[in-house]
Structures are given as structure tokens and as C-alpha cells.
């Protein structure tokens, strides 16, 4: 299993039968190199999205037409692009699974907000979320856009994730701090890579913080279009 940061909370995760991109915001992103993109998305199969803001379903579209492949995520907004926009959608909800290329993707709460661009201002975008990823003998909890929730404990003890992808940078999510208390009390990862930091100024730029909090477990600082055997 390989994961790849793209910068901010995109990543491309080839687990399975399947090379999944999370989030893929790409286009104007300022710690992506443009001229990575076609390495970044050779092979795809899917494309996972947590929410609909623009910092992480900006390349949605355009990818979901140019690759010919399916667009996952909550029901709401997965319909509202096949109706308008004509791509494939694979559209599901809270507890939900699916199965991509052998990879078990459950779908599970998250708190923050999601929308996307229209003529007159946000549109609602169906509900912001998180996934468990199980495939190769891991499970994966992938954050999304969120802070500190109490429904953290049951997930955590029921899907009993090992690696971790948190939302880190604050501002707009859990910063360094509060992800270290969630990963510390409510879950039991030995690896735990951050996201949605170091790209704008007012967003954490180190995840030292996340490292000493977590003595015992593997944090991982990402770099760019560098891949993480997992």
C-alpha cells in the first residue's frame, strides 16, 4: 500500500486493486507542482471526496471527465454532479460501505461545513465526512475537515483504525494539539500522518507538536509527490 501526499489534504492511495485520489486539489494549490499532475494521477480509479469546498474538490471535475472514473462521496452532492455535470458517482451516507477495487470504504461523521461555488454566493454541498479505508491488513481513518468529536470514541473502537490521516492545521480544522488529544484518547494508531497544514500562512507549518505529543507512534511528515509505504 502506497500513499501520496499532493499537498494540503490531497493524496493518491493506491491500496488494493484500486488508486484512489483524496480530496484532489491541485489547480492553484500552492504546494503542488503543476508539473506533477500526470504522474499524480496516472492510473487512478476513483476519486474520494470529503466535503465540497474548493481546497479539496477543485480538480474534481475536470479528473472525474478526463480519466473517465467515478467521483465517491456524500449522496447530495455525488448526485447534484451526475445530474449537472454528467460524470459517474458512486453517492452514499453515514455508515454506508463501498467496496472500490477491494478496498472497504466506510463512510463516518465529521464537523465542519461544505459547499460549493455559485452565481450567487456557497451552495449547499450534502454533509461533510470522513472514511474508514480498510484494505491490505490496515485500516485507514481519514479525517476530513474536522474538530475534536465525541463520536471519535466509538469509531475508534469499532473500526479500530491503525494509521491515522488527521487534519491538522487549525484555523479551519483541529490544529496539531487538539488532533494529538484526539489521536492520544480515542484512538490506538501506530502511524499518523497530518494534513491540511503548512499551505497558507495562517495554517501550522510544523508538526513537531503532533510528534512529541504521541511518543510511541510513527508520525509521518509528508513531502510532496513523495511516496509512504504503509
Known amino acids: 500500500m502506497q500513499l501520496t501526499w499532493l499537498g494540503h489534504s490531497g493524496f493518491r492511495l493506491e491500496i488494493e486493486g484500486a488508486v484512489i485520489l483524496i480530496d484532489p486539489w491541485m489547480t492553484g494549490n500552492p504546494s503542488f507542482p503543476p508539473e506533477a499532475r500526470e504522474a499524480a494521477v496516472q492510473g487512478a480509479t476513483h476519486i474520494l471526496l470529503t466535503h465540497g469546498h474548493g481546497d479539496h474538490s477543485g480538480d474534481t471535475l475536470?479528473?472525474?471527465?478526463?480519466?473517465?472514473?467515478?467521483?465517491?462521496?456524500?449522496?447530495?452532492?455525488?448526485?447534484?454532479?451526475?445530474?449537472?455535470?454528467?460524470?459517474?458517482?458512486?453517492?452514499?451516507?453515514?455508515?454506508?460501505?463501498?467496496?472500490?477495487?477491494g478496498a472497504k470504504v466506510t463512510m463516518v461523521n465529521a464537523t465542519h461545513s461544505s459547499s460549493i461555488s455559485g452565481p450567487d454566493g456557497p451552495i449547499y454541498a450534502g454533509h461533510e465526512s470522513g472514511y474508514m479505508i480498510a484494505g491490505e491488513g490496515h485500516v485507514i481513518y481519514l479525517s476530513g475537515d474536522t474538530d475534536i468529536m465525541a463520536d471519535m470514541e466509538w469509531m475508534g473502537d469499532y473500526h479500530k483504525p491503525d494509521i491515522g490521516i488527521l487534519c491538522a492545521g487549525g484555523h479551519f480544522t483541529m490544529d496539531m494539539a487538539r488532533a494529538t488529544y484526539a489521536a492520544r484518547r480515542y484512538f490506538n494508531f501506530k502511524t499518523v500522518i497530518p494534513c491540511h497544514y503548512k499551505t497558507f500562512p495562517q495554517l501550522e507549518?510544523?508538526?513537531?507538536?503532533?510528534?512529541?505529543?504521541?511518543?510511541?507512534?510513527?508520525?509521518?511528515?509528508?513531502?510532496?509527490?513523495k511516496a509512504i509505504t504503509l
Open 205 to 225: 507549518q510544523s508538526a513537531q507538536a503532533l510528534i512529541d505529543g504521541l511518543p510511541g507512534v510513527q508520525v509521518i511528515e509528508p513531502q510532496v509527490m
Open 62 to 101: 475536470a479528473l472525474a471527465k478526463q480519466l473517465k472514473i467515478p467521483v465517491v462521496g456524500i449522496f447530495d452532492l455525488i448526485s447534484h454532479w451526475e445530474s449537472t455535470e454528467g460524470i459517474e458517482g458512486i453517492g452514499f451516507n453515514k455508515g454506508g460501505t463501498v467496496d472500490l477495487g
